[in-house]
T-cell receptor, first 114, second 111 residues
């Protein structure tokens, strides 16, 4: 079954405590990306990766890091979380070159930073 | 930059009612347009899409027509069910192949 798996699904943490949200996909997709969803703002892209070792900033990258060491994994790193990073985060993948707009999303990770 | 604007919710309907969610876009060139749906506790999934003017996307009883003259892509369903309760997002593909999403419209269908 085609899957995009995120962990953890829920997390409460405190300001400044580094955390990582993992994302793994089994569809062999080259393109992976991270979004945050906030009320009234829809989804905004944080970072994306076109392939292994290739990453680039999205629309709201401040305060986040990513890495793409393997094709299937694309972790999102918050080095020093702050309360304004409280949000619902989604990992998404797309077959590279398809440009069909069909993204495959994980189930989301709800992060609360106190 | 390229963007979409969709009607704010929440929208509450009775079963078998007609649903319309308005979406208008601003873009240079000719973007592809999409509707994504997010059911409670799940990630988004593609509902339908249209890639050029006058195209009609359809799926699960939902339809949307790409109207270049009015820069719109309104989502419609003739008879909603409780299982259609979800958040609906309009989106367009930008020239850099990224997607720009609208703010989302929460729809609740009551039995």
């Amino acid at each position: 079954e085609a899957q995009v798996t995120q962990n953890p699904r829920y997390l409460i943490t405190v300001t400044g405590k580094k955390l990582t949200v993992t994302c793994s996909q089994n569809m062999n997709h080259e393109y992976m990306s991270w979004y945050r969803q906030d009320p009234g703002l829809g989804l905004r892209q944080i970072y994306y990766s076109m392939n292994v070792e290739v990453t680039d900033k999205g629309d709201v990258p401040e305060g986040y890091k990513v890495s793409r060491k393997e094709k299937r994994n694309f972790p999102l790193i918050l080095e020093s979380p702050s309360p304004n990073q409280t949000s619902l985060y989604f990992c998404a993948t797309q077959l590279q070159g398809a440009h069909t707009g069909e993204l495959f999303f994980g189930e989301g990770s709800r992060l609360t930073v106190l | 930059g390229d963007s979409v604007t969709q009607m704010e919710g929440p929208v509450t309907l009775s079963e078998e009612a007609f649903l319309t969610i308005n979406c208008t876009y601003t873009a240079t060139g000719y973007p592809s347009l999409f509707w994504y749906v997010q059911y409670p506790g799940e990630g988004l999934q593609l509902l339908l899409k249209a890639t050029k003017a006058d195209d009609k996307g359809s799926n699960k009883g939902f339809e949307a027509t790409y109207r270049k003259e009015t820069t719109s892509f309104h989502l419609e369903k003739g008879s909603v069910q409780v299982s259609d309760s979800a958040v609906y997002f309009c989106a367009l593909s930008r020239r850099d192949y990224k997607l720009s999403f609208g703010a989302g419209t929460t729809v609740t269908v009551r039995a």
